[in-house]
């Protein structure tokens, strides 16, 4: 109570300073931020998205803005708030009344609305002259010269240190396990008493990375990561070269009829991501309208370190006008259980699930470790005219071994076997005001998949988008993304979504989604066919520059299992739940140096009759921008939330190219603090510390291997080889970044 006091007060005496001038120069970064928080607490499934290659672009796009006469579609449609009516629009005005000679021309161009242009403003830039034509309309586009290249190359190197202050289980010494050894009726015949598993290596997650780019002619990197836990080490045998993960590329693009040509390892993201995605777009959430559709943007260098993520080989993209074929070829070794070996070989026979963790820290994780080849090969055919994208997209994917995980009762119909293939076909087309886009594919099991939607303006003040969805229960496209309720399992669902944003003016914004759902099949946690529906309505203020408050309701609602027990046998069924949550943000500068955001949400989850779970947090905020070289960053949060099913998500800044969205759940207090150095021109320095407290996680326990009835006090966060025995968690993270 006391620490809530406390944060009250700050925001009583802070409020009142609103009347700021200008913000700092991050405009638009809240605008990715807040589309990457809401995916994280929309997403259903558990995979990990990597946004680092968004969040590298427009970082970019911020030192070396983008030419509005020149940028390309693929490159605006990244860019917060930008979409394919806007592109088309703007395409048009050029062609009419020739390049854009001012920032300011956007506003006579139909579409381009003042809320709008500020969201992209901090990546834009127009350059009167001197520009190269890479228009639809030009049959090739000259790339600049060697020298050029090699006179204007921007290199830079990353060097990341991260590191947990406690010690977790996972890095104290073995113990024996003392578990019984039963027979086959269960009696006690003896104990295990082998050494408990640990972890391999060192706590310390380190990452290097070296880049050399030219615009988007020319990319070359080097990227290397340990995450805690593993091993530095050379051992060639085991593909392992100082770090676990490495990645590598080089590319050149805009040379003639070469669009893109990548060498090493690089992503694909095509169409709506039916057939072949990396998951750049977003979900639901507050974008209500471009949220649902994925950009378009083709082959991609990969500088990531998502090690499920990326193909390794070779890709390019050739253009003759207004068609584009895309070829591309990989072959890389992915982590699985084992399920069967030979005995002579030690061939791998049939492997379980594919895993997707990229962690290497334990004896069974090593042994998961590339344990499965995959070999994949595919192309693209794509027309391009105006507002047209034409484009059928084909790959077929093998596997060394034969992939045959354990069957339960919701996974069936998931995919089994050494072969795999998908065929799409995808349309986009702008007329007038309104994008309208779709994609449908086939896998080798005969499942369809479906999607199709529109997005656009019914009037000045009036946006409107729809997308409506089908995915077979046996439908298998590995490496698709999609727009749904489960984006990554992109099988057995069908849906209808429907946004509607409305501006008035430029200071008020309402912008609200439904989604409706079905699941024909089982599903996690549900053993029947169930259904759902999530709501969004939220109501923004911005009175000026730099100041936006804006008030939100929001409302995930599934079916879920439940059970009774009744004489001789067990009843299951399923029970309706439902996840409501309210949030307060507010966010304004006292200065233009010094910005703050303060936020207030609580969730309510129930579950059937059951008593209703509550989750509440509050923080605050604060950057200070100290001349040009100093940047402070700081947050203190206090939470209470009284079960993991109402725990409440909250993005972080963190240091350049990493973003965290950590579940708060417990009760307790968190705080970070970033301190950022521009040492000089070239050379750069982050460093930040992040502690959470919590409170009834210690409690009295008696040693059951003394004979004494003394009880200690032990506090414990986490289980498992992650159990900390303490009260807090402390993160620390080390970063210099340097650019020549």
């Not at 207004?322 to 070996?341: C, G, M, P, V, W």
């Not at 599934?558 to 996840?579: C, D, G, H, V, W």
Request: glycine share 8%; aromatic share 14%.
């Amino acid at each position: 109570m006391k620490h809530l006091l406390l944060s009250l007060l700050i925001i009583i005496l802070i409020l009142p300073l609103s009347h700021a001038q200008n913000r700092p120069n991050d405009e638009g970064s809240d605008e990715v931020d807040l589309a990457i928080e809401d995916f994280i607490i929309g997403q259903e499934v558990e995979e990990q998205v990597d946004y680092t290659f968004l969040t590298d672009f427009l970082e970019d796009a911020r030192k070396r803005p983008l030419d509005l006469n020149s940028a390309s579609e693929e490159e605006l449609l990244l860019l917060p708030g930008f979409n394919k009516v806007l592109y088309n629009n703007l395409q048009q005005h050029i062609i009419q009344y020739g390049k854009l000679t001012s920032i300011y021309e956007l506003q006579a161009v139909e579409g381009f609305k003042i809320d709008l242009i500020k969201a992209f403003r901090p990546y834009i830039n127009v350059l009167a002259s001197g520009v190269k034509d890479i228009s639809p309309r030009a049959k090739f586009s000259r790339g600049p010269s060697v020298k050029e290249v090699s006179e204007g190359v921007n290199f830079e190197f990353i060097q990341r240190l991260v590191w947990i202050g406690e010690e977790k289980k996972g890095y104290t010494a073995a113990d024996t396990t003392f578990r019984d050894i039963l027979d086959a009726e269960n009696t006690v015949i003896g104990q295990d008493t082998s050494l408990s598993s640990r972890y391999a290596g060192s706590p310390y997650r380190s990452y290097t990375r070296l880049r050399a780019r030219y615009g988007k002619n020319f990319s070359f990197a080097l990227t290397g990561e340990k995450d805690p836990g593993e091993t530095f080490g050379w051992d060639p045998a085991n593909q392992k070269y100082g770090y676990d993960f490495l990645s590598g590329h080089v590319s050149i693009g805009g040379y003639g009829p070469i669009e893109r040509l990548v060498i090493g390892d690089y992503t694909l993201q095509f169409g709506q991501g039916m057939v072949l995605s990396r998951g750049l777009g977003f979900g639901k959430g507050a974008f209500v309208i471009n949220s649902v559709k994925q950009p378009n943007t083709g082959i991609l260098p990969y500088a990531s370190v998502n090690e499920n993520q990326l193909q390794r080989g070779a890709a390019v993209t050739l253009r003759y006008g207004n068609f584009h074929l895309t070829t591309f070829y990989s072959r890389i070794k992915l982590d699985a259980s084992i399920q069967e070996t030979d005995t002579l070989t030690n061939e791998i026979l049939q492997a379980g699930s594919i895993q997707t963790s990229g962690l290497h820290r334990t004896a069974s994780e090593l042994t998961n470790r590339r344990a499965v080849e995959e070999t994949m090969y595919g192309g693209r055919f794509e027309y391009k005219e105006g507002g047209l994208t034409l484009g059928t997209t084909h790959y077929q994917q093998s596997f060394g071994s034969e992939l045959n995980k354990a069957l339960n009762d919701y996974n069936q119909f998931d995919f089994r076997g050494d072969l795999n293939y998908v065929n799409g076909i995808d349309v986009d087309v702008v007329v007038q005001n309104f994008n309208f886009f779709g994609e449908a594919a086939r896998s080798r099991s005969g499942g369809i998949g479906v999607s199709g939607g529109l997005m656009g303006s019914l009037s000045s003040t009036v946006d409107i988008s729809i997308l409506a969805r089908h995915y077979d229960k046996d439908f298998h496209s590995l490496k698709g993304y999609v727009f749904a309720e489960r984006p990554t399992a992109l099988a057995n669902e069908t849906g209808v979504y429907v946004g509607l944003r409305i501006a008035p003016n430029p200071k008020w914004t309402w912008s609200s989604y439904f989604d409706q759902f079905y699941f024909p099949w089982n599903r996690f946690q549900a053993s029947f066919p169930s259904q759902g529906w999530e709501f969004l309505s939220q109501l923004a203020y911005k009175p000026k520059r730099g100041t936006e408050v804006y008030v939100r309701f929001r409302s995930d609602n599934k079916e879920r299992n439940a059970s009774i027990e009744l004489p001789n046998q067990k009843l299951e069924y399923l029970i309706p739940t439902r996840k409501n949550s309210i949030r307060l943000h507010f966010q304004s500068s006292i200065n233009r140096n010094i910005q703050y955001r303060t936020r207030i949400e609580g969730a309510f989850y129930t579950q059937g009759d059951e008593e209703q779970h509550q989750g509440f947090l509050m923080y605050q905020d604060l950057i200070w921008k100290i001349g040009y070289k100093v940047k402070l960053t700081g947050r203190y949060a206090l939470f209470d939330v009284s079960d993991y099913e109402a725990r409440i998500y909250a993005y972080e800044n963190d240091v350049l190219g990493f973003f965290s969205i950590p579940p708060y759940s417990g009760q307790g207090s968190r705080y970070y603090a970033i301190f950022n150095w521009k040492i000089t021109r070239n050379l750069e320095f982050w460093a930040r510390v992040a502690q959470s407290r919590f409170r009834n996680v210690c409690r009295l326990e008696r040693d059951p291997f003394t004979t004494e009835s003394t009880e200690s006090e032990e506090c414990r966060i986490g289980s498992g080889l992650e159990e900390i025995r303490d009260r807090k968690r402390t993160e620390f993270k080390l970063q210099l970044r340097y650019k020549f």
